[in-house]
């Protein structure tokens, strides 16, 4: 007998989350969309995983006690076309003069928001 894991993803409608939430839906049979955020959902002691943007899987990691776990930001550049729809290539911003254009350029790593109060840091 498989394991049920509670996959707990955003609420709103995203056609690449909802084929995931199908998917494991077959496989695990538990999936959780969450829209109201000032309610903890009940995990009914499954273990959890989050799929969702980063702010959704940080907040829900702290509320849950959760440890987040993610794949290297360039693993994506290792993935076959076949699978992501589209070449991905990891340049060194000084090599992009030699690259054709039009492209699309995106940093390997999220940019992170940080402030500080007086005795607070805060990284978002």
């Known amino acids: 007998m498989k394991e049920d894991i509670l996959l707990i993803i ?3 409608t ?10 494991w839906a077959e496989q695990y049979s538990a999936v959780l969309r969450i829209g109201k955020f000032w309610i903890k959902p009940d995990t009914q002691g ?8 980063d702010s959704f899987c940080l907040f829900w990691a ?12 360039e693993m994506i550049t290792a993935l076959q076309q076949y699978y ?5 290539y990891l340049k060194d911003l000084a090599e992009i ?12 790593v999220p940019k992170i928001l940080c402030f500080s109060t007086r005795t607070t840091h805060h990284c978002y």
Request: cysteine-free; hydrophobic content about 40%.
């Open 14 to 23: 995203d056609e690449e989350r909802d084929v995931l939430a199908d998917k």
């Open 97 to 108: 003069e030699a690259l054709a254009y039009p492209i699309f350029i995106k940093p390997v």
């Open 62 to 73: 702290q509320i849950l006690d959760l440890e987040m776990i993610s794949p290297k930001d």
């Open 84 to 88: 992501v729809k589209r070449y991905i």
């Open 10 to 12: 955003p609420d709103k």
């Open 46 to 53: 499954k273990k959890v995983a989050l799929y969702g943007n």
